[in-house]
């Protein structure tokens, strides 16, 4: 079973924690099992960038592993993806300490399983996770450095110009997402700029330049012209990236429960207005009601953004 340093590493709060052990006790056994061969399979590469075919291979192959988890009870199934997720916690302190990472960085990026218990409390009203994206943390391609989080990619879009300076086709970007753990300070992201550019490296990189890229429902231009604030926190943050692509989603709203904590329904029908965000969310779906996500690069040489407008 379980212990309680994995689930203080992991930052599960005290009022969830019987509810997972009374899971762990029916199947944990058995889970165990299946993550301790899943493991063997792991971290072939390290550190090294992906593109979207062998992401999504990758991706592909853990969805199976975590199917044959979640077999094991269909009525705790969130709750069995989280345990899969813990089992992997000291397995994933090991390969850190291998590699010579910092511990404070493996401490950051394992809080995302509390962040991500907390969405799925709030959309399935269950102590679980709904997702099997954890498989990029325990490959070391993915770090939570400061308030951002960071995975290696190869870039797939169209080549970028800046200056002298161009990204192409199969170029290593870093690319940045956002954790739902609290406000989006400006201040903070550009010190989690400044430590992805000391962790990856950025004064060796051509240039001296640390590409990083964002792909975002948050960036989605739409959404930046009409729904945030001009002074808010997210308006702030999409200014930090110069945008560079759009994939429009007609009326498929894919991230509503990232905003809403429910899945959409096609109006803006009963989704919360709680705040000016929500609010201005649902005077964009009645108005407009066409979604998306959007792409941003950023050139950071370590203390500035270079590439900003």
Not at 81 to 104: A, C, T
Not at 252 to 262: A, E, I, K, S
Request: aromatic share 14%; net charge negative; glycine share 8%.
């Amino acid at each position: 079973m379980l212990n309680y340093e994995i689930y203080e590493t992991a930052g599960v709060l005290p009022q969830d924690i019987p509810v997972i052990m009374e899971v762990d006790e029916r199947y944990g056994e058995q889970i165990e099992a299946i993550t301790k061969e899943y493991q063997k399979e792991l971290c072939n590469h390290p550190f090294e960038a992906m593109g979207i075919d062998t992401l999504m291979a990758e991706l592909k192959k853990t969805s199976e592993v975590v199917k044959t988890a979640t077999a094991l009870s269909e009525e705790h199934n969130y709750t069995i993806q989280l345990l899969f997720w813990l089992y992997l916690v000291p397995y994933m302190k090991e390969n850190y300490r291998k590699h010579g990472i910092d511990m404070s960085i493996f401490q950051n990026t394992v809080k995302d399983i509390s962040y991500k218990i907390e969405e799925c409390k709030t959309v399935h009203g269950v102590v679980g996770v709904f997702t099997s994206w954890f498989f990029i943390e325990q490959e070391l391609k993915l770090f939570a450095l400061g308030r951002l989080q960071y995975d290696l990619r190869t870039y797939e879009l169209e080549d970028y110009h800046w200056g002298d300076y161009t990204i192409t086709k199969g170029d290593t970007v870093y690319s940045c997402h956002i954790p739902a753990s609290g406000p989006l300070k400006e201040e903070d992201c550009m010190a989690s700029f400044k430590q992805a550019y000391e962790f990856f490296g950025g004064a060796e990189k051509k240039g001296g330049i640390l590409p990083i890229h964002c792909q975002s429902w948050l960036l989605y231009p739409p959404y930046i012209e009409k729904v945030y604030g001009e002074n808010s926190n997210l308006k702030k943050f999409t200014n930090l990236f110069e945008m560079i692509n759009q994939i429009d989603q007609g009326n498929h709203f894919n991230d509503c429960w990232r905003l809403f904590g429910q899945p959409y329904e096609g109006s803006s029908k009963g989704l919360p207005s709680d705040n000016s965000l929500r609010r201005n969310m649902i005077q964009y779906i009645d108005d407009y009601g066409v979604f998306g996500i959007g792409d941003g690069i950023l050139l950071f040489d370590g203390e500035t953004i270079l590439n900003r407008k």
